[in-house]
């Protein structure tokens, strides 16, 4: 039956999609103190609930009645979330988000007569958002092969000034809210066609002329080139009493071989990504660029390697212009090796002394006089002048891209 509710449409509380019940891709978030929704699994781990999981791994999912239970249990800021799976290990998946925020006014439930409007073209599943002030509607379907994300502005509205809309349909979570909105199924139902039509509404099409003639700014998310050897040409001991084992390991991670929280919101031909960065906020979605080799911060362009990712992922440091030390540091490693990285473990000389933090490297080496610490430090140095160099080129780029617009014009 076509929504053909009011714009203030009512709610009934507790109802979820029956047809996602029915499937085991469910967990739990709880946000952080910055408003962050981080997925955790309380069921996988009893002993630390509150600890981050991994929301695309799939031994974290779980049914409907055990995140139902958990929540219950802890309450305490926990709620229920669905998994959209990633359509490239799960070519079967064909569940979409259409996601509105700063749609709705919590106070009179009046929403944004364009939202009014899908509701009514999809008639599938909606609920609101859990800070109320969104609407989520949850249908089947896809999004066309040449398009990731939408991800645009609604039409203005004097109520709803900053109202968004975004879509998704692949390696992704949902906060779910259980807040139905009366007058929509309470399944979520296929709906290709209104995913087609926001597609066309919402997505700005990108010229297709020849620009080979064209000289254009370089772009700014290219690593400067580094010799490293390939994963099948490393291969890291199990274990090692040379702690030069562990930091060569962390340096030569590559994105492809570890698993991130911050999901994939835009993917480019020449293979490099954009992930919105789940330790911080970000209004586009694409603060944080990937490339085959590691990755690159936007705001700051502060270069990143996997042990720093993981480490502001799983709010071990805060901040991106800190490396973890000390033990954030080997709590850091854990975190890597448990994401996918093949990380040796150190196991200290017991002939050697402690230094510092940590015992020092063991065996003969050019750096086996110095102290963890001083390591760190020295580390932590090398990426900042790293980064400033990485600035250096940018601007240079940006300034002969400009004086070259300069000429032809």
Request: charged share 30%; aromatic share 8%.
């Amino acid at each position: 039956m076509p929504f053909t509710s009011p714009p203030t449409p009512a709610l009934e509380t507790g109802t979820y999609p029956a047809d996602c019940r029915d499937h085991d891709q469910w967990l739990t978030w709880k946000p952080t103190d910055n408003d962050r929704k981080v997925p955790r699994a309380p069921y996988a781990h009893p002993d630390w609930p509150k600890r981050y999981v991994d929301a695309q791994n799939p031994a974290v999912w779980t049914d409907f009645d055990t995140v139902q239970d958990w929540v219950e249990k802890l309450s305490a800021g926990f709620a229920l979330a669905y998994v959209i799976r990633n359509r490239d290990g799960y070519p079967d998946e064909d569940f979409v988000v259409v996601d509105y925020d700063d749609a709705r006014d919590p106070g009179t439930g009046y929403i944004h007569p364009v939202v009014h409007e899908h509701l009514q073209t999809a008639d599938s599943y909606a609920d609101v958002s859990p800070s109320g002030t969104g609407v989520h509607i949850l249908c089947r379907g896809q999004l066309p092969d040449d398009v990731t994300t939408v991800a645009d502005d609604l039409p203005t509205h004097d109520t709803f000034p900053d109202a968004s809309i975004e879509v998704y349909d692949s390696a992704r979570f949902v906060a779910m809210s259980g807040q139905h909105l009366v007058g929509t199924p309470t399944e979520t139902q296929p709906a290709q066609a209104f995913i087609d039509d926001v597609v066309d509404a919402f997505t700005t099409p990108q010229p297709q002329g020849d620009t080979s003639f064209e000289v254009s700014e370089p772009p700014t998310d290219t690593l400067p080139e580094a010799p490293s050897s390939s994963p099948s040409q490393r291969s890291p001991p199990t274990s090692t009493t040379n702690i030069e084992d562990v930091y060569r390991a962390v340096e030569t991670t590559r994105p492809s071989e570890i698993r991130l929280d911050s999901p994939i919101t835009e993917t480019r031909s020449d293979g490099t990504k954009s992930r919105n960065p789940c330790w911080t906020n970000s209004d586009s979605g694409t603060r944080l660029a990937e490339m085959d080799d590691g990755w690159i911060y936007r705001d700051g362009l502060i270069v990143l390697d996997a042990l720093q990712i993981v480490a502001l992922e799983e709010d071990i440091i805060t901040t991106d212009g800190e490396y973890p030390s000390g033990k954030d540091f080997w709590e850091a490693v854990d975190e890597l090796r448990a994401r996918g990285a093949d990380i040796p473990e150190y196991e200290a000389d017991p002939d050697h002394e402690e230094a510092s933090d940590h015992p020092a490297p063991s065996s003969p080496s050019p750096t086996s006089d110095r102290s963890l610490r001083d390591l760190h430090r020295e580390l932590r140095e090398k990426t900042i002048e790293r980064n400033q160099h990485r600035d250096e080129l940018v601007t240079l780029r940006r300034e002969l891209a400009a004086r070259i617009r300069d000429v032809r014009s």
